[in-house]
């Protein structure tokens, strides 16, 4: 009896321990799973693990925007595709150039499915140039930058150059270059003589004419304060104060002054029909020169057209001027001239000019320009014979006609 009362309790006790250890497995088991639960809920955290150099270095090549191309990241839209570049609006100028602290609209155009009203306007670098929402830029700095345009899903940038002004002496000069123009003066007392980059660039733009076979020659070259005085009164006194505005520069404000400027063979509207005068209008940027006063500029230069008149300004300056089709005004904006010349009503030219041969006769009225003709007339009974200073033989023929550069 005593046997199987202990053989009764073993198994008991065995029984107990089995259901025990079973109970632990479970235990553990559902601890185990709703642990799981919560991990696969929760972010992990991963230990930030740097980059070698070389690493950093290949994503930067990949990803980095170049500072031209660079727009503030406001200004583009959230939820635009992706862009490329325009082909249905475009802007009216393709480099703007302006000056510190002046502004200027950009001026595009469209076609009729673009409407510009929605674009966005950016600029990559802000220390340059500012532009506002109506793409109104300002110059803050002398510099480079690119302003871009955001509509639909076209980009189109547009290259800016901000340009400094600086006055040294009396003396204007925009980004280097020396201006003289109706609005800058000269002092009078700057009296450079012809310079010896002029030279040396206009004996190059000779030689390579003359390989051609084609002769351009110096017909005239610096002047100064003084000789301009004669030149200006001389046209005043035959043609009125008007009239000798249009085709001549007052005292200081001759180009000529500046020791950068060469009136080339004949001075006369005609020298654009001779070959001469055709290379020369083609070629000359090549040299590092500009026609100065070019024909349907004349609202800007306020000049008439003169196709005998260069300017040296350096060959990059003179190259992204010619292929623009710019005015020196234009290209430094320096466009805001004295308006000295106001319209007239049209008036009957005299039928007596001045003889040709005469040192300071105007050529004859054909070869004006079309837009002075019928706006700025000089009555007969104005006209006087132009006083005419005796020159030294042994000087250079000078031929300062009324048409001469200013």
């Not at 939820?79 to 200027?104: D, G």
């Not at 024909?295 to 008439?304: A, P, R």
């Not at 008036?347 to 105007?362: A, F, K, L, V, W």
Request: charged share 25%.
């Amino acid at each position: 009896m005593a046997q199987e009362t202990a053989k009764k309790r073993r198994k008991d006790r065995a029984r107990a321990s089995f259901l025990l250890l079973m109970l632990s497995v479970v235990l553990v088991f559902g601890f185990g799973l709703i642990v799981g639960k919560q991990n696969m809920n929760t972010p992990q955290q991963v230990e930030a693990v740097p980059q070698q150099e070389s690493d950093q270095e290949e994503t930067m090549s990949v990803t980095e925007i170049a500072p031209a191309e660079a727009v503030p990241v406001e200004n583009i839209p959230e939820t635009t595709p992706e862009f490329h570049q325009a082909t249905n609006f475009w802007s009216i100028e393709p480099h703007i150039y302006l000056r510190v602290n002046h502004t200027k609209n950009l001026n595009l155009a469209c076609n009729p499915e673009i409407n510009l009203s929605e674009a966005i306007y950016g600029v990559s670098d802000e220390g340059i140039a500012l532009v506002d929402e109506y793409g109104m830029i300002t110059g803050v700095s002398k510099g480079e930058c690119t302003v871009s345009v955001f509509c639909g899903a076209e980009t189109l940038r547009i290259p800016v150059t901000v340009r400094e002004l600086v006055v040294d002496n009396g003396c204007t000069y925009v980004d280097g270059i020396l201006v003289a123009n109706k609005s800058i003066s000269l002092p009078e007392d700057y009296d450079p003589g012809m310079l010896p980059e002029t030279s040396e660039a206009f004996a190059e733009l000779q030689a390579a004419a003359k390989e051609e076979g084609l002769n351009i020659y110096q017909g005239s070259g610096y002047r100064d304060y003084q000789y301009q005085i004669t030149c200006y009164n001389s046209l005043v006194n035959a043609y009125g104060e008007e009239y000798a505005n249009k085709i001549s520069a007052k005292p200081g404000h001759s180009e000529h002054q500046t020791g950068y400027t060469v009136d080339c063979n004949s001075i006369n509207e005609t020298f654009i029909n001779t070959p001469e005068g055709q290379w020369l209008d083609q070629h000359a940027h090549e040299f590092g020169f500009i026609i100065r006063y070019p024909k349907g500029k004349e609202d800007i230069t306020g000049y008439s057209y003169e196709c005998w008149h260069i300017r040296y300004v350096g060959v990059k300056a003179a190259t992204e001027i010619f292929e623009q089709g710019l005015t020196l005004e234009e290209y430094l904006d320096i466009v805001s001239i004295e308006n000295d010349i106001p319209p007239t009503e049209p008036e009957t030219i005299p039928e007596e000019m001045p003889d040709q041969t005469d040192e300071y006769s105007i050529p004859e009225s054909d070869t004006l320009s079309e837009e002075i003709i019928p706006e700025y007339q000089i009555p007969q009974e104005d006209t006087v014979e132009p006083d005419i200073p005796e020159a030294d033989e042994d000087e250079i023929e000078i031929i300062d006609a009324p048409l001469e550069a200013p």
